[in-house]
């Protein structure tokens, strides 16, 4: 049987991979085009607000000062802007429009013209203070303003229709310049932060999408494994059943075999025993095969009691000492004391530690070492450790030691490692690896002490048939 688990991953994590980089990079460019597009219309919508405002505030001006020329010059209905000249006049309206350059600094300067054109009073900002300084009528001309009539607003001093004169209000462009300015630099700090929140939000939202398409990909392999394992349990029930009874009828023919050749005379000690006592010896390993097979693909449910876990690893030790011995490898105990109870289902953990305990003899010379120790983590979980000092995992075959049927080991069936795992697993624990070639190899297993649940669930579909 083929172990389809890591291609099926590996299909599965290169698209998805991709796939991730390709949306994050789509969603990243949509969201800087969509910030650089919202900064441009909005700094064009701030300069012309800003221009609508200011005019409309130069303009708000202007017909004021128009309707305090108007009252200063009317003589009964009748308006005389003449008037204006005179010296007392002249000052009055300067006050007014004194006043106005004070409270509204956008205003550059003020000119009041008769009917003709003529100038009667101008009053314009001095640059570096920023106070009223040129008055008067005539003289010389108001500096040219850039821009021109699009920053000067007028308004007719009498009647709309007929007006006897004019006051014109011109806009400071390099103050409305500054403003501009200064609103938009709050403007990019806004966008600025707005944009910060905005990625910070796609980040958080695309982390979570990854990870439920991590969790979904998880939950379609468990899925699929599930399905190959009840495959593999319904296909491993029938092949047990159609070789484990040849088998045992073949060991029963020959172990009556054997009795009737031990009964004739002259055939003892021949050759014909040793092919009896080898082919029954291969008859075993191949009964063997099958129960590990079985016990791979239908394995039960663990049931959960609390064990001493240092008085079942003695066990264990103890069961094998005697074939370490015959191997000439050296098996030591190194227990910590205290270990507080583990729930585990003794028999399935029994097999999985000899599992690992008899691989390691298997790799081991003579005069080898294996040390089976108990340790307590930091975080809650308890670790029991198979450390040898054999010739460790090439790093080539590391991540496939754990791969049903696999071994580089003479007569290995490739399944006592896949087991080891499948038990720890069940139990809500892992095995993790570590090995240096030439120094050894340790295998640790990671359990937790309790089980509110059962950590791995049996299958439905591998229910005995």
Not at 61 to 71: G, I, P, T, V
Not at 154 to 166: F, Y
Not at 213 to 226: F, H, T, V, Y
């Amino acid at each position: 049987m083929e172990d389809n688990t890591r291609p099926v991953r590996g299909l599965l994590a290169a698209p998805l991979e991709g796939e991730t980089i390709r949306a994050l990079v789509i969603f990243l460019g949509l969201f800087l085009l969509l910030s650089a597009v919202t900064g441009v219309l909005a700094s064009r919508e701030l300069n012309l607000r800003a221009l609508s405002r200011q005019l409309e505030v130069a303009k708000d001006e202007a017909e004021l000062l128009a309707e305090a020329a108007a009252s200063l010059v009317r003589d009964r209905d009748r308006i005389d802007i003449g008037r204006i000249r005179q010296t007392q006049k002249q000052l009055s309206l300067r006050r007014i429009i004194d006043e106005h350059l004070v409270k509204n600094p956008i205003v550059r300067h003020v000119e009041v013209v008769d009917r003709s054109g003529e100038r009667l009073l101008f009053v314009a900002r001095d640059p570096r203070t920023g106070l009223p300084t040129s008055t008067g009528g005539g003289g010389a001309e108001p500096p040219s303003l850039s821009g021109s009539d699009e920053h000067l607003v007028r308004a007719a001093i009498g009647s709309a229709g007929k007006p006897d004169g004019e006051v014109r209000v011109a806009v400071d462009p390099d103050l409305l310049q500054r403003q501009v300015e200064a609103w938009r630099a709050s403007l990019r700090r806004w966008v600025a932060v707005a944009a910060t929140l905005g990625i910070l939000v796609l980040l958080v939202s695309f982390v979570y999408v990854l990870h439920l398409i991590r969790k979904n990909r998880k939950l379609e392999q468990s899925r699929l494994a599930a399905e190959r394992r009840s495959y593999v349990g319904l296909l491993a029930s029938g092949l047990a059943h159609e070789i484990r009874n040849p088998l045992n009828a073949m060991n029963m023919n020959l172990q009556m075999l054997e009795e009737e050749i031990h009964g004739l005379p002259g055939l003892d000690g021949g050759d014909h025993i040793e092919l009896l006592v080898s082919t029954k010896s291969e008859i075993k390993r191949l009964e063997r095969l099958v129960n590990n097979f079985l016990a791979y693909a239908r394995p039960g449910q663990p049931r959960f009691e609390p064990h001493d876990l240092n008085g079942l690893l003695g066990e264990v030790a103890r069961f094998l000492q005697a074939d370490f011995q015959q191997s000439q490898v050296h098996l030591a105990l190194d227990l910590e004391p205290l270990l507080p109870t583990v729930e585990i289902d003794e028999t399935q953990f029994k097999q999985a530690l000899m599992n690992l305990l008899v691989n390691a003899r298997q790799v081991l010379k003579a005069g080898g070492h294996v040390t089976l120790r108990s340790l307590a983590s930091a975080s809650g979980e308890v670790l029991v450790e198979v450390q040898d000092d054999g010739p460790g995992i090439p790093v080539d075959t590391r991540e496939k030691i754990f791969e049903v049927f696999y071994s580089n080991r003479g007569g290995g069936t490739g399944l006592g490692l896949p087991i080891a795992r499948q038990i720890v697993e069940r139990h809500g624990g892992r095995i993790e690896v570590e090995s240096t070639e030439g120094y050894g190899t340790t295998f640790r297993i990671c359990l937790p002490r309790r089980h509110e649940r059962v950590a791995s669930a049996a299958p439905a579909a591998q229910a005995a048939p």
